[in-house]
């Protein structure tokens, strides 16, 4: 039993690796949907005034939900074109990694949007337009750095852009010359969630070009 597993993990580990070139090329097409989805997200919220924790909340649950469905189909396009099953052990071990991260996320969430309208409003708005949107920044960082190594290394220091810009602005807080929290909140989704990744989905698609001679 020990040995069929030591196996069967071998070789996922080698098909991962090679693999990693593949994997690389269907990043770029995700990458550029999500930033694009995520500025436009962030562009929209703020001009609308979606700033209240509540409505921030669940205006960035349902882009989210965008996020998901889209890159699933953008995957599952990758896979029939290259002929592989879409549930494959590789993509199987590639979802466990970014999963914890992203439970969390949600249960905390979840949890903020339960008690957020109980608390003052000083409390509120830090808890629903800073506390949360970093979390989440921190805890998609993490995933995608766990998800770094079982794909190219580029994706483990896109995960540390997260972590370590979203624990910065934690420990700064809100600056004294920002007027409206809901802006500060939508500039840090716009950026993270929106031009870092419309940067390294360009980026991406750029080198890999040069790869293949085009």
Known sequence: MESNWAAEHLQVIRTLMERSAVYRRA???IMIFNGALGTAAAALGRAQRIDSPRAFILFWSLVSVVALAGSFFLVRRQAL???EPLWSPPTRRITQAFLPPLVAG????AVVLAN???APEKIR????LLWLP???????????HAAGFFMPRGMKIFGWAFILGGCGLFAVGIPDFVHRPGDYAYGIMGFFFGLLHLAYGVYLYFTEKRRDGT
């Not at 708005?125 to 629903?128: K, L, Q, V, Y």
């Open 27 to 29: 990043l770029a097409p």
């Open 134 to 144: 970093l979390s989440w920044v921190v805890l998609y960082g993490c995933a995608f």
């Open 106 to 109: 949600l249960i905390i969430s």
């Open 116 to 118: 957020v309208d109980a």
């Open 81 to 83: 074109k290259e002929s």
């Open 125 to 128: 708005n830090a808890m629903g």
